[in-house]
């Protein structure tokens, strides 16, 4: 099932980076950051407070609101950046590819070692990062 999550993730994410590339790209990027979490937050809503009914609402304590707060912050800096990348006509493929360095910088960050599959899939994916350079400097 986590799979299809990430799956599912990978798909809306995508379609929403190809809506902004296409109809949104002029929208000042601050903005739509703003109407972005906004956004996030109200369709939060109905399941907050479906899971309060249910009793399954878990609530963070002590030291997670701190970083709920930093995580909120990344957040608005990475959205902003995403958007930011979108106006400048980075282009949904060229902003999508970069991504890919997403495994890498996590692994980093939770300084693990990666798989022998994860190296190769790392290297594969300078590759495509650096046949999309071009893309940005308009070649």
Not at 44 to 69: D, E, F, K, M, R
Not at 95 to 124: D, E, G, H, R
Request: with cysteine.
């Amino acid at each position: 099932m986590a799979l299809t999550f990430c799956f599912l993730a990978a798909l809306l994410y995508a379609t929403e980076i190809v809506i902004t590339d296409k109809h949104l790209s002029r929208v000042s990027p601050v903005l739509l950051t703003g109407l972005f979490g906004l956004g996030i937050m109200l369709a939060a809503v109905p399941g907050i407070v479906s899971a309060y009914q249910n009793g399954s609402l878990q609530s963070p304590s002590g030291h997670q609101w701190t970083l709920i707060a930093a995580v909120a912050i990344l957040s608005f800096f990475a959205d902003w950046s995403h958007f930011s990348a979108l106006e400048r006509r980075a282009g949904s493929a060229v902003l999508a590819t970069f991504y890919m360095l997403l495994p890498v910088i996590c692994s980093l960050l939770k300084f693990q070692l990666p798989s022998s599959n994860m190296i190769l899939a790392w290297l594969l994916g300078g590759v495509a990062l650096f046949l999309v350079s071009g893309e940005l400097n308009g070649e």
